[in-house]
Nanobody, 125 residues
Framework: QVQLVESGGGLVQAGASLRLSCAASGRSFSIYAMAWFRQAPGKEREFVAAIGWTNGKTVYADSAKGRFTVSRDNAKNTVYLQMNSLKADDTAVYYC??????????????????WGQGTQVTVSS
C-alpha cells in the first residue's frame, strides 16, 4: 500500500502562486508515476499533470500548460505542483495520485491505484 498526503492548498487572489506537495509513504518504492487531478464544485474530477517517477517525463493538461509545473524529489518521496498565475477557474480540490503497477495511463484515473484526501485551493477574483 502507498499512502499519499497533500499539503499546500489555501486561499489566494487571482494572479498569485501556490505550491502543492504530496508526500508518499508505505510501499513508495513501487511507484511508477504520480499525478495531480482536481475537482471543482459541481464538476467531474479532471487531470492536471503527471510525472514519471524514474525518468521524470511530464504530461500536462492544456489548462495547466505554461502556468503549472510538476516535479518530484525521489529522495523525499514527494511530488510537487507549482501553480503560477492562478485564476478563479483553478478553484478546486486538488488530489494527488500514484500509479503503483506501471500502467502509465497518465491522464486517466484508472491508471492510479492510490489517492490522497485532497487539498482545497481557492482563488478569489
Amino acid at each position: 500500500q502507498v499512502q499519499l498526503v497533500e499539503s499546500g492548498g489555501g486561499l489566494v487572489q487571482a494572479g498569485a502562486s501556490l505550491r502543492l506537495s504530496c508526500a508518499a509513504s508505505g510501499r513508495s518504492f513501487s511507484i511508477y508515476a504520480m499525478a495531480w487531478f482536481r475537482q471543482a464544485p459541481g464538476k467531474e474530477r479532471e487531470f492536471v499533470a503527471a510525472i514519471g517517477w524514474t525518468n521524470g517525463k511530464t504530461v500536462y493538461a492544456d489548462s495547466a500548460k505554461g502556468r503549472f509545473t510538476v516535479s518530484r524529489d525521489n529522495a523525499k518521496n514527494t511530488v510537487y505542483l507549482q501553480m503560477n498565475s492562478l485564476k478563479a477557474d483553478d478553484t478546486a480540490v486538488y488530489y494527488c495520485a500514484a500509479d503503483g503497477d506501471g500502467d502509465y495511463m497518465w491522464w486517466l484515473e484508472p491508471g492510479y491505484e492510490y489517492w490522497g484526501q485532497g487539498t482545497q485551493v481557492t482563488v478569489s477574483s
